[in-house]
């Protein structure tokens, strides 16, 4: 699975590249850190799902959803925050799944072989 990295902070970037990159079948293809860079990205690499900081800056989160679903409507996105509260909205606007930033690696790679199999409820 191709994964584009997408939050404004170069740590977490890094840290999402090192545990992902150990995975076997994930391949990171590309990162951005503001919204204006986004779309150009997903063009530019063709990834089959974004990691996607639900507070990254430029656009409100769920515009950026609209456009991306508008424009590529088989790529998945996985929100992912600080701030657990923003699960409903990520949810609400569209994403395929929500992962806390303070939840254990597990959980994001748990969530990744799902979204990536389809086998999200």
Do not use: C, H, N
Request: glycine content about 8%; aromatic content about 2%.
């Amino acid at each position: 699975m191709r994964v584009l990295l997408a939050d404004d902070q170069s740590k977490v970037r890094s840290a999402l590249r090192l545990l992902l990159e150990q995975e076997p079948g994930l391949s990171v293809v590309g990162e951005v850190a503001e919204a204006e860079d986004l779309l150009a990205q997903v063009e530019a690499t063709q990834p089959d799902l974004v990691l996607l900081d639900w507070e990254l800056p430029g656009l409100r989160a769920d515009d950026r959803l609209s456009v991306l679903r508008t424009l590529y409507p088989r790529l998945k996105v996985i929100a992912l925050s600080g701030q657990p509260e923003a699960r409903r909205a990520a949810l609400t606007a569209g994403a395929d799944a929500f992962v806390s930033k303070g939840e254990p690696p597990e959980r994001l790679l748990t969530t990744l072989r799902a979204v990536g199999t389809g086998s999200t409820g």
